[in-house]
């Protein structure tokens, strides 16, 4: 079997993990791959050049909303590229069938879940995060990386973002983990499907590695003590069940 090309974009950050937009973010295609113990390489692509890399070179499709994003795998031994985390999960449970990302039946849970969890869990708070995230940012890539979130936020101003009252926003995300906690919570097991192990607690693990990343020792100081330590051992239970160290 040929590797599976995972396009991912570089950053500041220690092995370049972290997730420069609010929905999607590689390591759940690399959580995908290593739990199904497919062979993959990673080809690292600057967030500026996504565009052009995307439509002109590796042929990928827009995602909703009419843009290029990552994740994005190119597949070589079928031919196709998929864009989006949960289309690239569901192709490889089609394509790979052992060891299912995502239980029999529950594709439309899943697909709902990850919105949902990006709007509750940090909704409120999304200028603190976009401000952070630009910390770790290339140079390179740093004007398009504010000119294309300020498109989506609606604003003209970087300023109208990164002076936005940060106490108030840490406290929102506050809010909204401690919902997401609720969840878990109901679940009755350790996964958001109770003993089910799910593409949604990859998708949890995967915005832990970005807090991770973004945040300085005192924020991440406090953030890992809510909940009782729910986010850094989701982490590393989902970490255990990939086989992987992200």
Not at 26 to 39: D, N, S
Not at 67 to 80: A, F, M
Not at 137 to 154: A, C, K, P, V
Request: negative net charge; glycine residues 6%.
């Amino acid at each position: 079997m040929q590797p599976i090309i995972l396009y991912d974009i570089p950053s500041k950050a220690p092995n370049n993990i972290w997730a420069p937009n609010p929905a999607k973010t590689r390591p759940v295609a690399q959580f995908c791959l290593e739990y199904k113990g497919l062979p993959y390489t990673i080809v690292w692509v600057e967030f500026k050049d996504i565009p052009i890399t995307m439509k002109c070179k590796v042929g990928a499709s827009t995602t909703e909303g009419g843009r290029y994003t990552l994740p994005v795998i190119k597949d070589p031994n079928t031919g196709l590229v998929i864009a989006d985390s949960l289309a690239i999960a569901e192709y490889l449970d089609k394509t790979y069938p052992e060891k299912p990302i995502i239980p029999r039946g529950a594709n439309v849970l899943m697909g709902l879940f990850e919105p949902a969890y990006c709007s509750v869990a940090y909704g409120k708070a999304v200028k603190l995060i976009l401000t952070k995230t630009l910390e770790v940012m290339n140079d390179s890539s740093r004007e398009y990386f504010i000119q294309t979130r300020l498109e989506l936020l609606g604003k003209t101003r970087w300023e109208d973002v990164s002076e936005e009252n940060v106490q108030q926003q840490w406290e929102d995300f506050k809010k909204g983990l401690d919902e997401i906690d609720k969840w878990y919570q109901k679940s009755g097991g350790k996964w958001i499907m109770g003993d089910t192990f799910s593409f949604a607690d990859m998708v949890v693990a995967c915005r832990t590695i970005w807090w991770n990343t973004i945040f300085d020792e005192e924020q991440l100081r406090e953030l890992h003590s809510w909940n009782d330590g729910r986010w850094g051992r989701v982490l590393a239970d989902v970490n255990a069940e990939c086989g992987t160290n992200l």
